[in-house]
């Protein structure tokens, strides 16, 4: 997997604690063939959920189903295609933050760059969340599909990789 970096950093408010997560990722796939995966309905159900409603356009709401009666509703704030999408994102139990992604041209590939703000408590369950999530969008670029029912176990993997 080529990650390249991944972290939790503090928020800019006046209490000290996560709020934000970033990770870098060198996806082995041209811009173009990142983009149509994050954005493409027929490619998201590989791997983040079902889009149920809505299209990735600035303006556009759009919701996830990522299982069954749980989804996330997410206002499309910039969509350039091939280089940035930031929305929000909201689950019914959980803040509304801020999900931004960013790609670059990077010799063959792509440097992508994910930044989820406004997370407070859920900072530490998201960074491995979007780790194992940006695992199966790897697999699905490269033509090795991850199964799906093996998207808890990677996740606790990942989780516990966090926290020792």
């Given at each position: 997997?080529?990650?390249?970096?991944?972290?939790?950093?503090?928020?800019?408010?006046?209490?000290?604690?996560?709020?934000?997560?970033v990770l870098e990722w060198s996806m082995p796939a041209p811009p173009a063939r990142v983009w149509?995966?994050?954005?493409?309905?027929?490619?998201?159900?590989?791997?983040?959920?079902?889009?149920?409603?809505?299209?990735?356009?600035?303006?556009?709401?759009?919701?996830?189903?990522?299982?069954?009666?749980?989804?996330?509703?997410?206002?499309?704030?910039t969509c350039e295609p091939g280089s940035i999408l930031s929305m929000t994102w909201e689950f019914?139990?959980?803040?509304?933050?801020?999900?931004?992604?960013?790609?670059?041209?990077?010799?063959?590939?792509?440097?992508?760059?994910?930044?989820?703000?406004?997370?407070?408590?859920?900072?530490?369950?998201?960074?491995?969340?979007?780790?194992?999530?940006?695992?199966?969008?790897?697999?699905?670029?490269?033509?090795?599909?991850?199964?799906?029912?093996?998207?808890?176990?990677?996740?606790?993997?990942?989780?516990?990789?966090?926290?020792?």
């Open positions: 997997m080529p990650l390249i970096s991944r972290c939790i950093e503090p928020g800019p408010g006046i209490e000290p604690g996560p709020d934000r997560v149509w995966g994050l954005t493409d309905s027929e490619a998201l159900p590989h791997w983040l959920g079902t889009l149920s409603s809505g299209r990735f356009a600035a303006g556009d709401v759009v919701i996830i189903r990522h299982a069954e009666d749980y989804s996330s509703t997410s206002k499309v704030l019914p139990d959980e803040p509304l933050s801020h999900l931004r992604i960013s790609l670059a041209a990077d010799g063959d590939g792509t440097h992508l760059e994910l930044a989820h703000d406004g997370l407070g408590a859920e900072a530490g369950g998201y960074l491995p969340g979007w780790h194992t999530h940006l695992l199966y969008l790897e697999g699905l670029l490269t033509n090795r599909p991850r199964d799906p029912a093996s998207f808890w176990s990677t996740y606790a993997g990942l989780d516990a990789d966090s926290a020792g």
